[in-house]
């Protein structure tokens, strides 16, 4: 599942980072990047020993760069070379942090919190005890408190990081490739830095794509950077996708008010079971959203502050209209032929588990390579990177990548879908649990959604786990930890879980392969 692909990236930053060890075989190293990836190499620390005068080609001044000693991790340690300095610059053309914390992770899910909490109090499965109110929405009071804690997050964990760190001068500026081992900087104060090197990193992450919808270009619609930061909760919002930005963001502006309609092209989530879509869409028009499956837009107009959207079954009007159907690599001017860099047709790069390119001076991490487009898999990609960059080993295993949608039911996979291991020649042995045989779902008296366990026919050994519950995200791991440990569905029911938790219920479903959980006592083992 890709998750979180279609967020709007910032405009990438450009990180130069130089690195000289007599002892290495590495005399510079260059970083290209956002999301705090190139910061990976902060598994390396740096100490400032003494100021360098540096020239660039042309522009403005630059004397005044540290020269720095290094310490980098090595084969798993870390070792240092405190008599040999070098300079390193951050030369970054957008926002420090790049997506998941500015526009994408942070803010989203602090928006889909607070429109959880105005659903609750709206309607809850206790109602008849609790009287429910229609809540009054300020939103830009809910703005203010997100944004707020975005600049929190950001200063702590990214700015003040760097401000820290003697190791790193952050310069404005982008950069793209002269040639397979040269690149030219241009400042955003004016002139250029050309710089060679001998190791590079690519991080640049993704943008919103745009789909060729006649004449959609031609008007105000929002992507998911737009939708976060607006002032305003729109009467009628329409969403063009069908994965998780578009979900995401459709049920909280729904929840804050808006009458949303989704166009879907396919079903939702249409890759992935079939059973994760159908629970979505029934949670979705319970809650008064519109979902039209198989339906696409041939024209988008926008008139006097209206959308117009023509589909095969008639026009969508609404006063909003929200894109989220994918993603489009940040590397359309980074000239990478020109660095023998290969590129797929839509300019995705292609990385091995090492973080290598096609140029194996070129290493490469995050939402502009074939990787699953997710923050965790970005950031150890770049530690990865940074640890082979600078003579160790290293590789990414993504066997068991968890996966988790911030919808309400969430929704969270790790493994192989039955579909998946079939495709593999894999003979399966599935068991579905409902979540009305979790006590847990019970006693919250909210028994959406199901637990799913993908085993292989024999053995019993997991091979992968798909759940749509509340709270989804918060029990996936458990069932990463099972795949990864090679554990059977018999090792998982034997395991003891807590009462009344909801990861209890891969435990039941577990159980499900020898017993009928429905003659069970509550917590029987």
Same mark, same amino acid.
């Given at each position: ?14 990180v130069v980072q130089f690195e000289k060890d007599r002892r290495a075989p590495i005399s510079l190293v260059v970083s290209l990047g956002r999301n705090g990836i190139p910061c990976a190499a902060g ?14 080609? /042309? ?25 040999? $300095? ?44 609790? &009287? ?26 990214? #700015? ?13 500026? #982008? ?48 992507? &998911? ?80 502050? #209206? ?35 290969? %590129? ?6 292609? %990385? ?5 390119? &096609? ?15 997710? %923050? ?27 996966? %988790? ?11 192989? /879908?039955?579909? #998946? ?8 042995? &599935? ?37 749509? $519950? ?56």
């Open positions: 599942m890709n998750l979180f692909t279609d967020f709007r990236a910032q405009p990438y930053e450009d598994t390396a620390h740096t100490e400032a020993k003494k100021w360098h005068g540096m020239q660039p080609s /042309s522009g403005p001044d630059t004397t005044g760069w540290p020269l720095r000693s290094t310490c980098r991790a090595k084969a798993g340690r870390c070792w240092c070379s405190n008599a040999t $300095t070098h300079p390193a610059a951050r030369f970054e053309r957008g926002t420090i942090g790049g997506t998941c914390v500015n526009i994408g992770c942070v803010p989203s899910k602090i928006m889909i919190r607070a429109a959880y909490v105005a659903h609750m109090r709206r309607e809850s499965p206790f109602d008849a005890g609790i &009287s429910a109110s229609r809540p009054t929405i300020d939103r830009a009071r809910l703005l203010a408190q997100q944004q707020g804690r975005v600049d929190e997050v950001r200063q702590a964990k990214y #700015e003040r990081i760097l401000e820290d760190n003697p190791a790193i001068t952050v310069l404005r500026g #982008e950069a793209r490739f002269k040639s397979c081992d040269t690149l030219v900087v241009s400042m955003n104060v004016g002139g250029e830095l050309e710089l060679a090197f001998d190791r590079c990193l690519i991080a640049t992450g993704a943008s919103a794509a745009v789909p060729p919808i006649p004449g959609l270009k031609e008007t105000p619609f929002w992507t &998911s950077t737009e939708a976060l930061v607006s002032e305003t909760i729109p009467p009628r919002l329409a969403v063009i996708g069908s994965s998780v930005v578009a979900l995401e963001l459709a049920q909280a502006f729904a929840r804050l008010g808006s009458k949303v309609t989704i166009l879907a092209r396919n079903t939702l989530f249409f890759r992935e079971d079939p059973a994760i879509g159908e629970a979505i869409t029934a949670a979705f028009r319970d809650e008064g959203i519109e979902v039209l499956e198989h339906t696409q837009a041939s024209q988008v107009t926008h008139l006097n502050g #209206e959308f117009l959207l023509m589909t095969g079954d008639g026009p969508v009007r609404a006063d909003r209209l929200l894109v989220a159907t994918g993603h489009d690599p940040n590397t359309r001017k980074l000239g990478l032929d020109v660095a023998g860099v290969k %590129v797929n047709k839509h300019g995705v790069i292609a %990385v091995d588990p090492g973080m290598r390119t &096609s140029n194996a001076n070129i290493f490469a991490a995050g939402d502009c390579t074939d990787q699953p487009q997710f %923050v965790y898999v970005a950031a150890a990609a770049g530690t990865r990177a940074a640890i082979n960059m600078t003579g160790g080993d290293a590789a990414l295993d993504l066997s068991t990548m968890p996966a %988790v949608v911030f919808t309400d039911p969430q929704v969270a996979t790790v493994g192989l /879908s039955e579909a #998946e291991a079939q495709l593999k020649g894999i003979e399966t042995d &599935s068991r579905t649990l409902g979540l009305d045989n979790v006590p847990r779902a019970l006693a919250n008296f909210d028994t959406r959604g199901f637990i799913k366990l993908v085993a292989k026919a024999g053995s019993g050994r997991i091979l992968g786990v798909q759940v749509v $519950t509340p709270q989804a995200g918060e029990l996936i791991q458990t069932a990463v930890l099972a795949i990864r440990s090679r554990m059977t569905v018999q090792d998982l029911a034997n395991q003891l879980f807590p009462y009344l938790t909801m990861v209890e219920g891969l435990k039941l479903c577990a159980q499900t392969c020898t017993k009928d959980v429905k003659q069970l006592s509550c917590c029987a083992g």
